[in-house]
């Protein structure tokens, strides 16, 4: 959509990344997967809708528009039609005989490569009702915000009234513990070479990916285009406390640093299973085979976009997978009364034939595993070695208490 109202001061002109987050080779919107305890209350969800943060956020009451430059920026719209934004589906999303979570799994996979984008006459965010199977499915274009800000936003317009109002808590975050002691002018001097080592090391790779540097072809390897083939979607879910009783394990050791050890391992375990493609000349696992993936982060504005668009489509063609980790509520949320009974996210497709998100939700982790399932088709199977995988951590954790 055009306007000449780019002079209008009440405008805000878009980030860098969320001008690279809506380029067509990586146009990316948040599927965030809500399950409900009791029935859906249409209008109950309104009812809380109109009254939460959710509305009154700048970005969910804006629409991006395009000045006569052809620069984008948003346009804070002066009302929010609920109806337009709420999309109600009554009957069932398959007519397989699934359970729910797979029924939800299927709808979803199929979000992730629909050609059906969110609107530009509208702000970028949906809520589509699954009636028969009690979800919540948000769409939010990730132009809006990325996982950890869409996710604080999320727990102050649907906490609890329970809830003590304590985001650290809600969030789990913490401080990481300090090493106690100094470590004296040589330890420092160590440090900072070290430091300047591998940043010139990483620095080097990360251009040696972004031109022509790839990972060897394996059963789980995409490549150009592969965002556009059809989508299977599966959940590995976790114990926190099980993640947590390895992360104590091992010295400094972080949630995040547990899922990179569960991911390796499953991916091992479901290489291990997979026999030579010989359509897509695809080895299955051996040694000193190398696999590496993504975890997105935002350090700071980017000038020149279009050249950061390519640089990033060639360096996601380049790898293997993408995974992402979103600390979520300790506590129950509910939206309209109605308790949540679990969060999922995932977002629209990628190059890559393998893409993770995971959230925690009180006291369990769910990794939704989105993949193109010509080239994964049991993602099922995908799910169940990562869930082994952390049993098998958590056992040896365990013998050495």
């Not at 109202?5 to 805000?12: G, K």
């Not at 939460?52 to 346009?75: A, E, I, K, N, V």
């Not at 001097?189 to 251009?207: C, D, K």
């Not at 299973?273 to 040694?287: E, W």
Request: with cysteine; net charge neutral.
């Amino acid at each position: 959509m055009d306007t000449s109202a780019a002079d209008d001061h009440s405008d805000e002109p878009l980030t860098p990344v969320g001008r690279l987050l809506l380029q067509p080779e990586m146009n990316q919107i948040i599927h965030c997967a809500m399950g409900f305890k009791n029935s859906i209350d249409i209008d109950a969800v309104k009812s809380h809708l109109k009254t939460s943060l959710l509305l009154s956020h700048p970005r969910f009451s804006s629409l991006m528009l395009r000045d006569s430059r052809g620069l984008q920026h948003w346009h804070n719209a002066p009302y929010v039609d609920l109806d337009r934004h709420i999309i109600v589906i009554q009957n069932p999303v398959t007519t397989s005989p699934v359970d729910h979570e797979t029924a939800v799994n299927e709808y979803l996979a199929d979000l992730s490569t629909s050609s059906t984008r969110l609107s530009a006459n509208k702000p970028l965010w949906e809520l589509h009702l699954l009636m028969a199977h009690n979800c919540g499915v948000f769409r939010i274009h990730h132009a809006l915000g990325d996982g950890v800000s869409v996710m604080s936003l999320f727990l102050e317009s649907f906490r609890t009234r329970g809830s003590d109002g304590n985001e650290e808590k809600i969030l789990g975050r913490g401080r990481r513990k300090r090493v106690n002691g100094e470590k004296g002018w040589w330890g420092l001097l160590i440090g900072y070479v070290g430091t300047l080592w591998f940043s010139l090391v990483f620095l080097v790779e990360h251009a040696m990916r972004s031109l022509w540097l790839c990972d060897q072809k394996t059963a789980i390897s995409g490549g150009e285009g592969v965002e556009l083939w059809p989508r299977k979607l599966a959940t590995a879910r976790f114990r926190l406390q099980d993640m947590k009783l390895v992360k104590k394990a091992v010295p400094n050791a972080t949630i995040n640093d547990v899922l990179v050890g569960v991911v390796s391992s499953g991916l091992s375990r479901y290489l291990d299973h997979q026999t030579p493609n010989a359509k897509l000349n695809c080895p299955a696992l051996h040694d000193g085979i190398r696999i590496t993936g993504l975890a997105m982060v935002n350090l700071r504005k980017q000038p020149g976009l279009q050249v950061a668009s390519w640089l990033l489509y060639k360096m996601v063609c380049n790898t293997s997978f993408t995974i992402s980790n979103i600390l979520g509520p300790q506590e129950e949320i509910a939206i309209g009364g109605n308790l949540v009974t679990y969060l999922k996210v995932n977002t629209c497709s990628l190059p890559q034939a393998l893409t993770m998100h995971m959230v925690s939700y009180a006291e369990r982790a769910d990794l939704q595993i989105l993949v193109a399932k010509d080239i994964i088709p049991d993602p099922t199977f995908l799910a169940k070695c990562f869930e082994e995988a952390l049993l098998d951590m958590k056992e040896a954790a365990s013998s050495h208490e």
